[in-house]
């Protein structure tokens, strides 16, 4: 297994051993009784699940750089969607082993945690076409280390591999069933919550008096706003408002751009903003900030501020333009 020598290495008995069952050497009958007991398939599957388990964190960095190199999901920094990353692929290679260690009858639903990362990656614009590549690189990297592994173990008489590869398969099935499902939800809920809101904001902004409680944001505090477009826009916004200790109010205006105002109760520190974006802010993303300015018509000021910088901010990607700040 050239392309993952790791995997040739364990601690403790060898894999001979570990299909005898203990670290010891046997002859005669003894040999024959354990022999009979290690060609048991449930024996057989245990041991392979053993020894995966063993290797996870070094399956799972090969998982992540599979799916990054298929689909790099790395413009999202979403906090939320960032973390779970992890949890979900730590979810996945349990969900994919699971024929080795459960019947057929008794096969796991799919991980909550799995659907979860598909909510979030419909709330943060991650395509459903990039997940379901990100599913099929996992597919592909688990049935080639089982088959490896089980070669390396002299497992392959034993375990009826086209069986278990037959089961993975349609574990992966189901998995890319219910995560397109699920995303697809997320999305049109997403979408009509997205137009309810950009309509009550734009109504706000006209100095309307409608009820706020749907956005969820309070207007009683110091606001920047900020006016984004390009790849991953939404997530360095939220990225920037969890550094700065900031709620944050984001909404599509439907012409590619979001707006967004990041909220405190306290004046949001400018330095601090300066120094978080200079020499940093994605190149691909332009954004336009306006002042801070307290209450529900500091909240409309600042909007107006960022408006009148984003035709600038459009024509210098990467570098973050403010109405009256000097930004870097």
């Known amino acids: 297994m050239d392309w993952w020598p790791g995997l040739q290495e364990t601690e403790g008995a060898s894999p001979a051993q570990m299909l005898r069952g203990d670290g010891q050497t046997t002859s005669g009958s003894d040999r024959k009784a354990r022999n009979d007991h290690a060609a048991s398939v449930t024996h057989a599957r245990r041991v392979l699940a053993e020894y995966l388990d063993q ?186 408002a969890s550094a700065l200790d900031c709620v944050v109010l984001t909404v599509k205006n439907g012409d590619g751009a979001t707006w967004a105002w990041l909220g405190r109760r306290e004046p949001p520190p400018i330095g601090q903003i300066e120094e978080l974006i200079a020499g940093v802010w994605p190149s691909s993303v332009n954004l336009a900030l306006g002042e801070p300015n307290p209450g529900l018509d500091g909240w409309r000021r600042s909007h107006r501020q960022a408006a009148a910088a984003f035709p600038v901010a459009l024509h210098t990607p990467g570098t973050p333009v403010g109405d009256s700040m000097a930004m870097p």
């Open 55 to 240: 290797h996870r964190l070094a399956i799972e960095d090969e998982l992540r750089n599979r799916a990054e190199s298929v689909a790099d999901t790395s413009a999202v920094t979403d906090p939320e969607y960032v973390a779970g990353l992890r949890g979900s692929i730590g979810a996945g290679l349990d969900y994919a082993l699971s024929p080795l260690t459960c019947s057929e009858q008794h096969l796991p639903d799919v991980p909550a945690v799995i659907l979860t990362q598909a909510r979030l990656a419909a709330r943060n614009g991650v395509r459903l076409e990039a997940i379901m590549r990100r599913c099929s690189a996992y597919r592909t990297v688990i049935k080639k280390v089982s088959i490896e592994v089980a070669v390396t173990l002299g497992l392959v008489g034993v375990i009826d591999l086209s069986g278990l590869i037959r089961a993975e398969g349609a574990l992966f099935e189901r998995l890319m069933e219910k995560v397109a499902e699920t995303y697809t939800s997320e999305e049109s809920w997403a979408t009509s919550r997205d137009m309810r809101q950009f309509s009550l904001v734009r109504r706000l902004l006209a100095g309307e008096d409608v009820d706020t409680s749907e956005l969820g944001y309070e207007l009683s505090v110091f606001h920047i706003a900020a006016i984004v477009r390009g790849t991953g826009s939404s997530s360095v916004v939220k990225g920037l």
